[in-house]
């Protein structure tokens, strides 16, 4: 038989825990015990993540036989014996496993330059990254380009900071190289905290070498020889294959001493976090690193002046640094031209929430939030509507329909009240309160404050707390006003970006859901029906048939009435678990 | 030298100096609770914001460099309500113990509260709670008091070296303590008492003794040679506290010993009476207990005498030494705990009215 | 101190030798530091792993009694490496060419076969002292207690000198003086050779000075120093003594031998606050008052005048010092009345020019440095700014010589005394501060690991520690501090009091003894 085999097997975190490396090992085998020859690679998390709605579930599998690619969804170590004998053997595909057009969709409407390798090639072999370009742009930096060359490509690819704020990278490494120091540090932000976030992670594990051919780009540009790349411990993957890919760098002449035969040095280690979300901020990066708790530090200096151990330092998202190499080979007007005129090329989003499809995606600067959310995700998922889209994480705002022809920048989000933040975007339907939501993410960031500064400390636990006595039901007058101004003391006043922009989910939603408030506090309702202290559950007595599946189902006994006929429920003694609703086959319990 | 302009007044400060320096230096008031001239910047509390023409928003002038041409507002009805909106945030997690606060009266938190005249809170909420874990015998932490300025933090770790103290945890149950929220183990400098703004952290020998009306008497630590420059807070011919300021040779720094190791001022075992001796000299007992000898020699081989008693007999007694084996049998040695007059009245005694050069001093050991 | 203490942040190297600076004296041990963190080089040579050298880039772990041959191995690769300072030396010293050849058999390798302090570390220490530009030296007893601690300290006084590292702003040999008023004591003349100011008693001219301004003949025959009052004690050449505010059963080496002394003497009275242990010995004891009971001044190690003042009444009939001896005076038919306590500082100004720009009120805020000669001088911070005061400052040739007890098979081990943070001296003040007593309660002994194996002994085991003079019973701390064969107790505690074992051995010069180094046995304890 004299096939070209190619096995592709998605082996990030996602992977993995679905059984990624068991589907592994079972091509593994049967592909030996067969006796014949193939090319199998793990595939990287970011297709698992990009399609969430396949391969979250299960493993994901390309199988490409001479070039033609077939990809495989909900594949389970068992059922690779059925795929080895009709399809790889016999040349017939398992048509019922293969996946849909909502795949392609997905996939298609991306425009994907950091994500491109994500998925491709094997993130564990230099060689394969080296196969497809590379380490290219790394040696054309060290060959041919001056420091300020670089730096001015950089600067006119209009690249700007993936971390959320935005800040411009070519101009932040302007910096960095103008300092003068006898030590300097280049580091990699790949601390990730945001919640669900995950979009570094799927880079760091599925494509480490673009973040490092980035780092040494810059090492080059700014004269750096020392290098951290923080990564949260909580990301043992990422962690591993970044030492595996630093390793092969050190024996490649790419790391250490004399890199790419000239005597320039770079000497790069993995810095792992405690992962707490602030460490994320730079400053407070960089006193983790220093062995200090991770605090953020008034920006008396700026980095580039005095950052880690008081030296000049630059610092980058984990993204930033992925798209250097990509513009250094194709050139700053490629690159600037895929995004908007105040911001370059593309970023990487991770779509969640009420759509139906879930995942990584890259688009172009510029797109608009409706593209995203109806072209991209598909639309909302069920036959709901679309409330708002949430975006830029925990301390980000939500944006309503009225703005979803937004196009995508980080002037254009704070503009509606919002932030780009690292890339988080969770869709909202009409059955999410807007109250509860901006107490869901202000729980998130008042635990994770880190308690150096006044407002942030104790200002966001204050408007949790009324926040939390607006959704119980006791809420009062002048609450609204008062979280107004509490939200506005706290943005204008916090010492770090953490605070600043933690009252963001509740201002953006007294801006766009004023009365969502009202009615919680007025009303003592939550129209979305969310808020458990706020919400009756009653049956319908002109649907309820008396089959008394309710009754059996709830916890507390509060269901009363006799078979065949109407059910009660009983208010005083409901715990509103919604037990019965979900239990209720003819929908005849309602809570309002 | 950099230029710039505070509230309409122009000053000229060295570079790198913040714009709260230059402030300063023009004594123009602008409130704080984490800033200390020789710890580094910090910028917690955020009390001291201020208004810079061009910024988009206020900044805080402990950590924001004065620059050429500044133009700053220090007060203005927006900035006293955000500070105002600050100083009750932090009042919102503060006991409100002042009547039996050990620092009443000497609390900068109490004194911020009383000029923006904060009597009702709008956001009283959860506090945080404090297992008390205090079994060192030097420093009192009522860690509820504690406003997180971090100037402790700082001290201990850039003055002192020592490190003994971080904050942990995060969000409002943001502390600060040692390792493990173990009990106090360190030098017990009491360094970070005496930076501490509030009642968080005081000596625990201070305790119910007094807070007010006590006279501070300037002067030096009886210990090593140094040379600290200690404030006695006396009340009621009682040393009831020690402290030292922060313009004196030692910055205010003072050690264990220097800041509370004065309780030997008052012991019971001051000798009060002359003494002479009515039994035979035994030897020195050096097992029995270095503070109970009053009380167990005392009796037993003393008499109380009056000064001039005690006084002829000395007289009487180095006379006739004098004159049965000269002047050069007699000695005197003197002590460097006693003053520079002391010790000068000493030798001259020794050398004029004795006649010998005998005299000397604890500088050999 | 030829510096003083705010110039110490601006040293660009410190070199803290024998000199436990953060716990001797501790707020000296945080401007030093203040100077690491703003980027000085500290080399710290002791035996025992102080704290300091935490804070060092070079620690230099040499013998106990070896620091002669430290030094001089430094300054052999000094004058090798050329970091001398020819001006400096040609212009304000002499002797240089014959001590320099003295130095030839101190190469780096003899040092280390003499000091244990690898070659490599004392070639380091040359570079950085030799190559500094502001460096300053500190010691404390760690160099004078010794039987040869004249030498160390000329060897410290050559190693300044030869650089050229004396005389300019935070450059300096700085000896820390351990107790608060130790600098003033000297400089009102409680020393036999001299009197207030430095002035020999045996220098004519001098005494005539002090004749007229005291009414009185006076000896020109300079006096025994204390330890040599003690051993004439025992001799029964000295019949009387007058002790005020000391206690030397507890702070002197051997305390049998001080004992016997004290038993011997025919009249012995105390002057103290606390009924010490030598007060047990007196013949009438004085009881006074302690520094917040009185006014006057103090001087620090930076030769700073300083106020103290009367913050409350002494209890019962306790006196100010000043009480009893112009009441006494008084009785040998000489008046010593002054009104007021500035009254007799004046009579010392006048007899020592240094002091005389100094008054009360000038220091009522802040001290002043002597010299200050004039009501308008500011104070010196720094000495020998135009030159020493004797011309040229010669330099001398010193050997090393071994200490006089070392250890040997009797007596296996090499024991030092010396302070700890909490306690002060022999704890007549600090034993009495009851929370000072729950974090250090008692003494121990100090015993590097491998010896605590050796001896089968663990942390918290009672040992008994026997030297020549006398033993005595202690709670063991195993510790990395020392080096192995080296132990350390601190003198404070009556109960161990660490001198029943010292060495009463002196500097023939100083007269300072051995406290430093003497020999010892440690058993398991049958208590
Ligand atoms: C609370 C907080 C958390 C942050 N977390 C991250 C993070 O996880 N990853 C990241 O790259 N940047 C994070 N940032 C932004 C960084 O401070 C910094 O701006 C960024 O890493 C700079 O890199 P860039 O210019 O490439 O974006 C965070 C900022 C704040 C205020
Ligand atoms: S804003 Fe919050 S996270 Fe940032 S420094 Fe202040 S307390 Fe810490
Ligand atoms: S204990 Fe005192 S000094 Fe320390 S952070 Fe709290 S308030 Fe500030
Ligand atoms: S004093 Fe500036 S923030 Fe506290």
Redesign the interface.
Known sequence: MNKDIAIKVCAGTGGVASGGEEVLSAFRNSISSAGLEATIYEKCSAHRVGCRGFCAKDVLVDVIINGEKTTYKHIKPDMVARIFDEHIMKGNPVTEWIVGEAYFNFHNKQTKVVLSHCGEIDPEDINAYIAVGGYKAAKKAFASMSPEEIVDVVKSSNLRGRGGAGFPTGIKWELGLRIESDIKYVICNGDEGDPGAFMDRSVMEGDPHAVIEGMIICAKATGSHHGYIYVRAEYPLAVKRLQMAIDQCKQSGFLGNNIFGTDFGFDLKIFQGAGAFVCGEATALMRSIEGKRGMPTPKLWRSAEKGLWDKPTVLNNVETFANIPRIIMNGANWYRNLGTDRSGGTKVFSLSGKVKNTGLIEVPLGVTLRDIIFDIGGGIEGEKSFKALQTGGPSGGCIPAEFLDTEVDYESLAQVGSIMGSGGMVVLDETSCMVNTAKFFLEFTQAESCGKCTPCRIGTKRMLEILERITSGNGKEGDIELLEELGHHIRATSLCGLGMTAPNPVLSTLRYFRNEYESHIRDKKCPAAVCKDLITYSVLEEICNGCGACKRACPADAVRGKRKSPHRIDPEICIKCGTCFDACKFKAIIKI | MVTLKIDGKKVTVRKLSTVLDAARKLDIPIPTLCHHPELSPFGGCRLCLIEIKGYPKPVASCTTFAKEGMEIITASPSLEKLRRTTLELILSDHPKDCMVCERAGDCKLQELAYFYGIRENRFEGERRIYTKKDNNPFVAREMEKCILCGQCVRICDEIQGVGAIDFAYRGLKTKICPPFEKDLDCEFCGQCVSVCPTGALTGKMWAHKGRQNFKEVETVCPYCGCGCNLTLHVWRNEVIRVSSKEDTINEGWLCAKGRFGYGFIHSPDRLAKPLIRTAPKEGVDLNKPQNSSRFTIHDSQFKEVSWDEALDYIAVKLKETKEKYGSDAVGGLSSARCTNEENYLFQKFIRAVIGTNNVDHCARY | MTNS??EIENHDVIFVIGSNTTE?????G?RM??AV?RGADLIVADPRRIDLV??SSLWLQQTPGTDVALLNSIMHVIVKEDFIDKKFIEERTEGFESFKDSLDEFTPEAGERITGVPKEKIVKAAFLYGDAVRPGIYYT?GI??HTHGTENVYAIANLALMTGNLGRESTGVNP??????????????????F??GYQR?DVPGIKQK?EKA??????D???????E?IR?AIEG??????????N??L??PD?RHT?NAL?NL??L?VQ??????T??????????A?????????????R???????????????????Y??????K??G?E?NYNL?ED??Q??KKLWPALVGVTYKRIS???LQWPCPTLDHPGTPYLFKGGFPRGRATFTSVRYRASEELPDNDYPFLLSTGRQ??Q?HT??????????N??SPGAYIEIHPDDADKLNVRDGDIVKVTSRRGSLDIEVMVSERPLKGLVFIPFH???A?AN?LTNTALDPV????E?KVCAVKIEQSNK
């Open positions: 203490i705010p001797t004296h501790p707020i000296i945080l530091k203040k963190k935490r804070s007893m004078t207690q820390l003086r351990g107790q608060n008023n130790v600098q003033g004591a000297t400089d009102m003349g409680c020393i036999p050779d009197y207030p008693v002090f005291w009414g009185v003949k006076l000896s025959k300079p006096g025994l120093k204390a330890p009052m004439a050449k000295l019949r009387a003594l007058y002790i005020m505010g000391e030397p059963i702070s002197d305390v004992i038993k025919d009249f009275v103290d606050i606390f009924l010490t242990e007060a047990e010995l007196a013949d009438v004891i004085l009881p006074s302690c520094y917040a009971e009185k006014n006057g001044t103090f001087t620090n190690t930076s700073t005048v300083q106020r103290i003042r009367k913050a409350v009444e002494p209890p019962g009939d306790a006196k100010a010092d000043s009893s001896i112009s009441e006494l005076g009785r040998f000489y010593m306590m007799i500082f009579e010392a805020k802040a001290g943070l909490f002060y704890g007549s003040m600090t034993r009495r501060v009851d929370a000072i729950m974090v505690y009556r109960e009091a029943l100083a007269k300072i003894p406290l």
